[in-house]
């Protein structure tokens, strides 16, 4: 089987799993994860260089995708499949500020438009996302906010029309960032088609919509590589 279907099944299996128990979000929060990994770099790793990317299957899947990105690097994969800013927000500490990244590159919201862990105003999203990022500045860490990636549809929520929600979203967070000296990081701009949606074939499989394929993760990379060059310099 296709790795990438594997990993899509991995991921629909979590996100049809928290959907059952929405009103149980925090059971989900998954905080001991990477409890192991964050350990081994506690103890084993001393970098300045550090950067943290922290997100949902988006991210997880990234160093399926493309390992290479993550081999040998300073960066370092805290994505779980699945997960929405309230869980994202419970592991923060472990799995972000307690690995004392010099950036933490936040990529986020995908999955509380889709409903993951029950119905989530468009504020509470955002809200979510700056507690994460005014955390991680608290704590000396620099801050990348990444766009939503464009979709006009969720095969796992059909119906949902998420598009007209990213794009404000997108629009919110890029202002907060601008106010608040964040880095501001635009996948949307970059892989959006005419409909709004993430770009078919280029950035994503027709029967997926959602997750880049490897010409989608090229285009995240070099967006992500000059948003951390600009982070690291400061």
């Known amino acids: ?46 970098t300045e260089n550090r950067v943290v990317f922290m997100g949902n299957s988006i991210t997880e899947g990234w160093v399926f995708m493309r390992p290479e990105f993550f081999e040998n690097r300073d960066y370092i994969n805290r994505g779980i499949g699945g997960q929405t800013t309230p869980q994202m927000l419970l592991r923060f500490r472990p799995d972000v500020v307690d690995l004392n990244p010099k950036v933490v590159l936040i990529l986020a ?43 006009i549809e969720y095969l796992w929520k059909p119906g949902l029309n998420p598009a007209p929600k990213i794009i404000s979203i997108n629009k919110q967070l890029k202002a907060y960032a601008q106010q608040n000296n964040f880095i501001y990081l635009d996948y949307f701009t970059a892989m959006v088609d005419d409909n709004d949606g993430l770009k078919v074939p280029d950035y994503t499989a027709a029967d997926d919509l959602v997750h880049p394929n490897v010409a989608g993760y090229l285009v995240m990379e070099k967006l992500a590589e000059k948003a951390i060059e600009t982070a690291l310099s400061r």
Do not use: R
């Open 1 to 46: 089987m296709n790795l990438k279907y594997i990993i899509l099944s991995v991921f629909l299996l979590q996100f049809i799993t928290q959907d059952i128990n929405a009103q149980n979000w925090s059971e989900f929060a998954n905080t001991g994860y990477y409890a192991k990994a964050n350990l081994e770099l506690k103890l084993h790793s001393k």
């Open 109 to 151: 919201g995908t999955n509380d438009i889709a409903g993951n862990t029950g119905f989530t105003p468009l504020e509470t999203i955002i809200g979510n996302i700056k507690s994460m990022a005014e955390i991680a500045n608290a704590n000396g860490i620099e801050v990348v906010i990444s766009s939503i990636l464009p979709a």
